[in-house]
């Protein structure tokens, strides 16, 4: 019963002068007599099956470890959101089209499932040039709401998906993704800046 009771999480305790540590009523020796009568430790059941201890500082300094390497890996993470924005802002900002227009994906069925992200997307998904007014360019033609890759016969997506996909920087705010669609920057060259 007592094992049972003790199996799981960590047990704070003292080491006494004779060298031992008593956990839920119950002595264990410690193997080397390193640490002074009266140290507080915590002890706990390790996965080869050993009752193991560490005093808190230790403890309380290796969570800061943790907690130091969580922190700078957020920050980087944050970093490279912030460059991927950065990025995809001075791209897009390239793309001088004479009407309105924003980023979109043509959404698949295998994207909505209730394995995936359930946003339309696929490995295979590429960010669009949507247009938001109808623009007519000699012989290219688009209405509102087609694909700059698009023509008039082919698919725009089914947009079974209400979701606006936005990228969102590492403070959180949201941005539009850069344009990939090899087709959409084909047709966007006469219209590309420097």
């Known amino acids: 019963m007592w094992f049972n009771t003790v199996r799981h999480g960590q047990h704070p ?24 009568a009266g140290t507080a430790v915590r002890v706990w059941l390790n996965g080869s099956g050993f009752f193991v201890c560490a005093t808190r500082d230790e403890i309380e300094r290796e969570a800061q470890g943790w907690h130091d390497a969580e922190a700078a890996k957020a920050e980087e993470r944050r970093q490279q ?4 924005r950065a990025d995809a802002e001075a791209f897009n900002a390239r793309i001088v089209l004479p009407v ?6 043509k959404d698949v069925l295998s994207g909505l499932s209730a394995t995936s992200w359930g946003d339309g997307r696929s490995k295979a998904t590429v960010e669009h040039v949507y247009l938001l007014d109808e623009l007519q360019a000699g012989r290219l033609k688009r209405q509102a709401g087609d694909f700059l890759c698009t023509s008039a016969s082919g698919t ?15 403070d959180g705010q949201p941005f539009q ?11 966007a060259r006469r219209w590309m800046q420097d």
Request: glycine share 10%; hydrophobic share 40%; proline share 2%.
């Open 177 to 187: 993704p850069k344009v990939t669609c090899k087709a959409c920057l084909a047709q």
């Open 100 to 105: 309105r227009w924003d980023v979109g994906i």
């Open 156 to 170: 725009n997506g089914k947009r079974w998906s209400s979701v606006v996909d936005r990228g969102h920087d590492g």
């Open 13 to 36: 305790a003292e080491v006494a002068a004779d060298g031992s540590v008593t956990v839920n009523g119950v002595a264990l020796r410690l193997c080397r007599d390193t640490l002074s």
């Open 81 to 84: 959101l912030n460059a991927l």
